[in-house]
């Protein structure tokens, strides 16, 4: 078959008896062409990831968010932990089942230790 014969030929590109030869524009216009599309399909691939990642990680978010939420509004409610400056402070009540505890016999506690320690 003559190459003359053939219906269609380019400047950009031949016809060899085993190969196709291109012109260097052709290459370079193809790699381009092959650079652009990975870089699409790059794209494309984190974008699955990252919402996959998303969709595997939202119920542990939303069980954490709720559980902060429910946090927040129990300190919000919540008294005050600490007393406030120049506020008494009752002393607990004693257990029940036992006798508060008496001022006199507190007195004798006292003069037993500073004697055993020897303070005066």
Same mark, same amino acid.
């Given at each position: +078959? &003559? +190459?003359?014969? =053939?219906? @269609?030929?380019?400047?950009?590109? #031949? ?8 012109? &260097?524009?052709?290459?370079? @216009?193809?790699?381009?062409?092959? $650079? &652009?599309?990975?870089? /699409?399909?790059? $794209? ?5 990831? %990252? ?12 069980? /954490? =968010?709720?559980?902060?939420?429910? +946090? ?17 402070? &009752? ?15 507190? /007195?004798? $506690?006292?003069?037993?230790? %500073? /004697? $055993? @320690?020897? #303070? %005066?």
């Amino acid at each position: +078959m &003559e +190459m003359s014969s =053939l219906p @269609y030929s380019s400047t950009t590109w #031949a016809i060899g008896t085993k190969h196709v030869f291109l012109s &260097e524009e052709a290459v370079q @216009y193809l790699e381009l062409c092959q $650079i &652009e599309r990975r870089h /699409q399909a790059a $794209i494309t691939i984190q974008s699955r990831v %990252r919402g996959w990642h998303c969709r595997r990680r939202w119920p542990l978010l939303k069980r /954490q =968010l709720k559980l902060h939420q429910i +946090m927040v509004k129990i300190k919000r409610d919540a008294p005050p932990c600490r007393p406030k400056l120049f506020d008494v402070i &009752e002393p607990p009540p004693p257990p029940p089942g036992r006798p508060p505890p008496d001022p006199d016999d507190q /007195q004798h $506690i006292m003069q037993q230790t %500073r /004697q $055993i @320690y020897g #303070a %005066r």
